[in-house]
């Protein structure tokens, strides 16, 4: 199940970004060496959405969205940031640091 936050969040990101932000979101979690934090409820629902060719609408991108700020939330908030997504970024920012603490 989607973490409602991530859907609100995805919800404010002008259609023309999506593309590229399931893109770049994509490669960060290919990328990550921390794949062990990945619950496997998230797993299952990133291919779920990848298989029925889904990561480009709201569902898919919340998913994305949530797995990679728990995998890599630096290079989240990179990519958000470079996207011009500066609210999401700083939301993803606070929810990080909520959890180191």
Do not use: C
């Amino acid at each position: 199940m989607i973490d409602l936050t991530f859907r609100n969040m995805i919800e404010t990101v002008p259609s023309d970004k999506r593309g590229l932000l399931s893109e770049k979101l994509t490669d960060v979690l290919l990328s990550t060496k921390n794949d062990e934090k990945m619950p496997s409820e998230l797993a299952n629902a990133i291919l779920y959405h990848w298989q029925r060719n889904l990561l480009l609408v709201e569902q898919g991108l919340a998913t994305l969205l949530e797995a990679a700020s728990l995998l890599e939330p630096e290079k989240t908030t990179k990519v958000l940031t470079e996207l011009s997504l500066t609210e999401i970024a700083e939301r993803v920012e606070q929810a990080s640091a909520k959890t180191e603490k």
